[in-house]
Protein backbone atom coordinates (compact mmCIF):
# COMPACT_ATOMS: atom_id res chain seq x y z
CA UNK A 1 0.00 0.00 0.00
CA UNK A 2 0.72 3.27 -0.91
CA UNK A 3 -0.27 7.08 -0.29
CA UNK A 4 1.93 9.85 -0.42
CA UNK A 5 4.73 8.12 -1.71
CA UNK A 6 4.88 5.99 1.68
CA UNK A 7 4.74 2.35 1.27
CA UNK A 8 3.13 0.24 4.09
CA UNK A 9 2.94 -3.31 3.91
CA UNK A 10 -0.92 -4.67 5.41
CA UNK A 11 -0.45 -6.22 8.98
CA UNK A 12 -2.14 -9.64 8.27
CA UNK A 13 -4.19 -9.65 11.54
CA UNK A 14 -5.70 -6.50 11.83
CA UNK A 15 -5.18 -4.17 15.03
CA UNK A 16 -6.67 -0.80 16.49
CA UNK A 17 -4.42 2.34 16.62
CA UNK A 18 -4.70 3.27 20.71
CA UNK A 19 -4.35 6.63 20.41
CA UNK A 20 -4.28 9.36 17.77
CA UNK A 21 -5.68 12.79 17.40
CA UNK A 22 -7.87 12.77 14.07
CA UNK A 23 -8.78 16.37 14.31
CA UNK A 24 -4.80 17.52 14.19
CA UNK A 25 -3.89 15.37 11.28
CA UNK A 26 -6.79 17.70 9.75
CA UNK A 27 -5.26 20.35 10.74
CA UNK A 28 -1.66 19.55 9.80
CA UNK A 29 -3.07 18.92 6.34
CA UNK A 30 -4.53 22.22 6.08
CA UNK A 31 -7.62 20.48 5.62
CA UNK A 32 -10.98 20.62 7.70
CA UNK A 33 -11.63 18.29 10.30
CA UNK A 34 -14.80 16.95 8.44
CA UNK A 35 -16.73 13.74 8.51
CA UNK A 36 -15.30 13.21 4.77
CA UNK A 37 -11.93 13.76 6.10
CA UNK A 38 -12.42 11.39 9.28
CA UNK A 39 -13.98 8.39 6.89
CA UNK A 40 -11.10 9.14 4.41
CA UNK A 41 -8.73 8.79 6.84
CA UNK A 42 -10.26 5.61 8.46
CA UNK A 43 -10.56 4.27 5.25
CA UNK A 44 -6.86 4.39 4.17
CA UNK A 45 -5.83 3.19 7.76
CA UNK A 46 -8.47 0.01 7.02
CA UNK A 47 -6.33 -1.09 3.56
CA UNK A 48 -3.41 -1.16 5.80
CA UNK A 49 -5.45 -3.15 8.70
CA UNK A 50 -5.98 -0.78 11.10
CA UNK A 51 -9.48 -1.56 11.70
CA UNK A 52 -10.30 1.34 14.43
CA UNK A 53 -9.01 3.99 16.26
CA UNK A 54 -9.30 6.20 19.15
CA UNK A 55 -9.01 10.13 18.58
CA UNK A 56 -8.05 11.64 22.03
CA UNK A 57 -8.77 14.72 23.19
CA UNK A 58 -6.22 17.92 24.39
CA UNK A 59 -8.88 20.73 25.22
CA UNK A 60 -12.15 20.77 25.84
CA UNK A 61 -13.16 22.22 22.21
CA UNK A 62 -11.39 19.08 21.01
CA UNK A 63 -12.87 16.44 23.39
CA UNK A 64 -16.36 18.01 22.25
CA UNK A 65 -14.75 17.33 18.55
CA UNK A 66 -13.72 13.50 19.29
CA UNK A 67 -17.04 12.53 21.24
CA UNK A 68 -19.13 13.62 18.26
CA UNK A 69 -16.71 12.04 15.40
CA UNK A 70 -16.47 8.56 17.52
CA UNK A 71 -20.77 9.34 17.23
CA UNK A 72 -20.52 9.46 13.87
CA UNK A 73 -18.32 6.47 12.60
CA UNK A 74 -18.12 3.10 13.77
CA UNK A 75 -14.57 2.78 13.73
CA UNK A 76 -13.84 5.55 15.93
CA UNK A 77 -13.84 6.02 19.80
CA UNK A 78 -13.20 8.80 22.03
CA UNK A 79 -11.12 9.80 24.53
CA UNK A 80 -11.52 12.69 26.59
CA UNK A 81 -9.47 15.23 29.12
CA UNK A 82 -7.03 18.44 28.94
CA UNK A 83 -4.00 17.91 28.81
CA UNK A 84 -1.66 19.26 31.05
CA UNK A 85 0.05 21.78 28.93
CA UNK A 86 -3.73 23.25 28.46
CA UNK A 87 -4.97 23.57 31.81
CA UNK A 88 -5.06 27.30 32.45
CA UNK A 89 -8.45 28.69 33.20
CA UNK A 90 -9.52 25.33 33.25
CA UNK A 91 -12.70 25.40 35.78
CA UNK A 92 -15.90 23.72 37.55
CA UNK A 93 -17.98 24.09 34.91
CA UNK A 94 -14.87 22.87 32.58
CA UNK A 95 -15.06 19.27 34.76
CA UNK A 96 -18.87 19.32 34.68
CA UNK A 97 -18.78 18.66 30.85
CA UNK A 98 -15.86 16.54 30.58
CA UNK A 99 -17.90 14.33 32.98
CA UNK A 100 -20.60 14.20 30.45
CA UNK A 101 -18.59 13.66 27.24
CA UNK A 102 -16.89 11.09 29.26
CA UNK A 103 -20.43 9.30 30.15
CA UNK A 104 -21.07 9.16 26.37
CA UNK A 105 -20.68 5.30 25.82
CA UNK A 106 -18.45 5.69 22.56
CA UNK A 107 -16.05 7.45 25.02
CA UNK A 108 -13.79 4.63 26.15
CA UNK A 109 -11.25 6.44 28.54
CA UNK A 110 -10.82 9.91 30.05
CA UNK A 111 -7.34 11.57 28.48
CA UNK A 112 -5.16 12.28 27.87
CA UNK A 113 -4.15 13.69 31.19
CA UNK A 114 -0.81 13.92 32.99
CA UNK A 115 2.21 15.69 33.42
CA UNK A 116 4.52 17.03 31.30
CA UNK A 117 7.78 19.10 32.11
CA UNK A 118 9.38 19.65 29.05
CA UNK A 119 7.25 22.53 28.10
CA UNK A 120 7.49 25.24 29.93
CA UNK A 121 3.32 25.93 29.86
CA UNK A 122 1.72 25.45 33.05
CA UNK A 123 3.28 25.25 36.78
CA UNK A 124 3.94 21.84 38.11
CA UNK A 125 1.86 22.29 41.01
CA UNK A 126 -1.10 23.40 38.56
CA UNK A 127 -0.77 20.50 36.20
CA UNK A 128 -0.75 18.11 39.87
CA UNK A 129 -3.69 19.35 40.71
CA UNK A 130 -5.57 18.63 37.59
CA UNK A 131 -4.06 15.43 36.69
CA UNK A 132 -5.71 14.43 40.51
CA UNK A 133 -9.05 15.90 38.93
CA UNK A 134 -8.90 13.61 35.77
CA UNK A 135 -8.29 10.73 38.30
CA UNK A 136 -11.11 11.37 40.33
CA UNK A 137 -12.86 12.02 36.63
CA UNK A 138 -12.00 8.43 35.32
CA UNK A 139 -12.96 6.49 38.38
CA UNK A 140 -16.09 8.14 38.58
CA UNK A 141 -17.25 7.47 35.49
CA UNK A 142 -15.80 3.73 35.25
CA UNK A 143 -13.34 4.30 32.35
CA UNK A 144 -9.56 3.85 32.33
CA UNK A 145 -7.56 6.74 32.60
CA UNK A 146 -4.70 7.66 29.54
CA UNK A 147 -1.77 8.83 30.72
CA UNK A 148 0.43 11.85 29.31
CA UNK A 149 3.97 11.70 30.58
CA UNK A 150 7.07 13.45 29.68
CA UNK A 151 9.92 13.95 32.21
CA UNK A 152 7.80 13.64 34.90
CA UNK A 153 7.94 9.79 35.97
CA UNK A 154 8.37 9.61 39.15
CA UNK A 155 5.36 12.19 39.76
CA UNK A 156 3.07 10.43 37.97
CA UNK A 157 3.54 7.04 39.64
CA UNK A 158 3.76 8.94 42.89
CA UNK A 159 0.51 10.34 42.39
CA UNK A 160 -1.49 7.31 40.88
CA UNK A 161 -0.40 6.10 44.03
CA UNK A 162 -1.32 8.83 46.23
CA UNK A 163 -4.85 9.40 44.60
CA UNK A 164 -5.09 5.26 43.62
CA UNK A 165 -5.33 4.64 40.36
CA UNK A 166 -8.80 3.64 38.44
CA UNK A 167 -8.69 0.18 37.57
CA UNK A 168 -7.11 0.46 34.08
CA UNK A 169 -4.52 2.69 33.61
CA UNK A 170 -3.31 3.34 30.04
CA UNK A 171 0.47 4.96 29.48
CA UNK A 172 0.05 6.65 26.45
CA UNK A 173 3.83 7.06 24.23
CA UNK A 174 5.40 5.40 26.81
CA UNK A 175 8.93 6.61 27.58
CA UNK A 176 9.88 5.52 30.61
CA UNK A 177 13.09 3.11 30.47
CA UNK A 178 13.02 -1.04 31.72
CA UNK A 179 13.05 -0.31 35.11
CA UNK A 180 9.67 1.82 34.61
CA UNK A 181 8.38 -0.65 32.62
CA UNK A 182 8.47 -3.39 35.08
CA UNK A 183 6.92 -0.91 37.92
CA UNK A 184 4.61 -0.37 35.82
CA UNK A 185 3.29 -4.12 35.20
CA UNK A 186 3.68 -4.73 38.61
CA UNK A 187 0.93 -2.11 39.27
CA UNK A 188 -1.18 -3.51 36.47
CA UNK A 189 -0.78 -0.75 33.81
CA UNK A 190 -0.70 -1.14 29.87
CA UNK A 191 2.10 0.77 28.11
CA UNK A 192 0.85 1.76 24.82
CA UNK A 193 4.23 2.24 22.23
CA UNK A 194 4.77 5.20 19.99
CA UNK A 195 6.65 5.46 16.51
CA UNK A 196 9.69 5.85 18.75
CA UNK A 197 10.35 2.34 18.98
CA UNK A 198 11.53 2.21 15.75
CA UNK A 199 13.88 5.57 15.89
CA UNK A 200 17.11 4.38 15.72
CA UNK A 201 18.19 6.87 18.90
CA UNK A 202 15.80 4.82 21.02
CA UNK A 203 17.82 1.43 22.39
CA UNK A 204 16.06 2.32 26.00
CA UNK A 205 12.63 2.23 24.74
CA UNK A 206 13.52 -0.74 22.97
CA UNK A 207 15.07 -2.22 26.45
CA UNK A 208 11.40 -1.53 28.06
CA UNK A 209 9.06 -3.00 25.58
CA UNK A 210 11.61 -6.35 25.47
CA UNK A 211 10.38 -6.49 29.79
CA UNK A 212 6.92 -5.71 28.89
CA UNK A 213 4.63 -8.96 28.62
CA UNK A 214 2.25 -9.14 25.68
CA UNK A 215 -0.39 -8.43 27.74
CA UNK A 216 0.33 -5.18 28.95
CA UNK A 217 0.95 -3.89 25.50
CA UNK A 218 -0.77 -1.28 22.98
CA UNK A 219 0.64 -0.10 20.10
CA UNK A 220 -0.29 4.17 18.45
CA UNK A 221 0.77 6.28 16.11
CA UNK A 222 -0.07 9.59 17.94
CA UNK A 223 -0.68 11.16 14.71
CA UNK A 224 -0.28 13.40 14.09
CA UNK A 225 2.81 13.39 15.65
CA UNK A 226 5.77 10.50 16.56
CA UNK A 227 5.94 9.19 13.06
CA UNK A 228 8.13 6.02 12.53
CA UNK A 229 10.98 5.47 11.19
CA UNK A 230 11.73 6.13 7.97
CA UNK A 231 9.33 8.45 7.63
CA UNK A 232 10.22 10.82 10.56
CA UNK A 233 10.27 14.18 10.33
CA UNK A 234 6.41 13.70 8.20
CA UNK A 235 2.89 14.30 9.62
CA UNK A 236 2.26 10.47 10.88
CA UNK A 237 -1.48 8.92 10.32
CA UNK A 238 -2.96 5.88 11.14
CA UNK A 239 -2.58 4.14 8.46
CA UNK A 240 1.45 4.08 9.02
CA UNK A 241 0.63 2.13 12.35
CA UNK A 242 1.84 -1.46 10.99
CA UNK A 243 5.30 0.46 10.94
CA UNK A 244 4.95 0.51 14.56
CA UNK A 245 3.39 -2.94 14.98
CA UNK A 246 6.52 -4.21 13.47
CA UNK A 247 9.53 -2.44 15.14
CA UNK A 248 8.22 -3.34 18.24
CA UNK A 249 7.38 -6.65 18.17
CA UNK A 250 11.07 -6.67 16.60
CA UNK A 251 11.72 -5.15 19.68
CA UNK A 252 9.51 -7.99 22.14
CA UNK A 253 10.80 -10.65 20.48
CA UNK A 254 7.25 -11.21 19.10
CA UNK A 255 5.96 -12.39 16.03
CA UNK A 256 4.08 -9.66 14.59
CA UNK A 257 0.47 -11.45 14.47
CA UNK A 258 1.39 -12.53 17.99
CA UNK A 259 1.23 -8.67 18.91
CA UNK A 260 -1.42 -7.84 16.85
CA UNK A 261 -3.42 -10.66 18.99
CA UNK A 262 -2.42 -9.60 21.99
CA UNK A 263 -3.12 -5.61 21.24
CA UNK A 264 -6.12 -6.65 19.97
CA UNK A 265 -7.20 -8.66 23.80
CA UNK A 266 -5.91 -5.61 25.82
CA UNK A 267 -8.31 -3.35 23.84
CA UNK A 268 -11.31 -5.50 24.24
CA UNK A 269 -10.22 -5.64 28.26
CA UNK A 270 -9.27 -2.16 28.68
CA UNK A 271 -11.70 0.00 26.35
CA UNK A 272 -14.44 -3.01 25.43
CA UNK A 273 -12.98 -2.50 21.33
CA UNK A 274 -13.95 -5.75 19.43
CA UNK A 275 -12.90 -6.18 15.89
Known amino acids: ?33 SAEFVATTMADAARAGVFAAITVGDTVASSRWCATAAQRHPDVYAAVAVHPTEIDGLGDADYAVLEE ?11 ETGLDYYWDRTEPAAQQEHFRRHIGLAKAVGKPLMIHDRDAHADVLRILREEGAPEQVVFHA ?16 VLSFPGVVTFKNAPTLRAAAAVTPLDHV ?34 MGAGVDELCAAVDETGERVFGIVR
Open 1 to 33: MTVDGRTVEPLAVPVFDAHTHLDAIAQRAGADP
Open 101 to 111: LARDPRVVAVG
Open 174 to 189: FSGDEAMARECVAAGY
Open 218 to 251: LVETDAPFLTPHPHRGTPNAPRLLPITVRGLADA
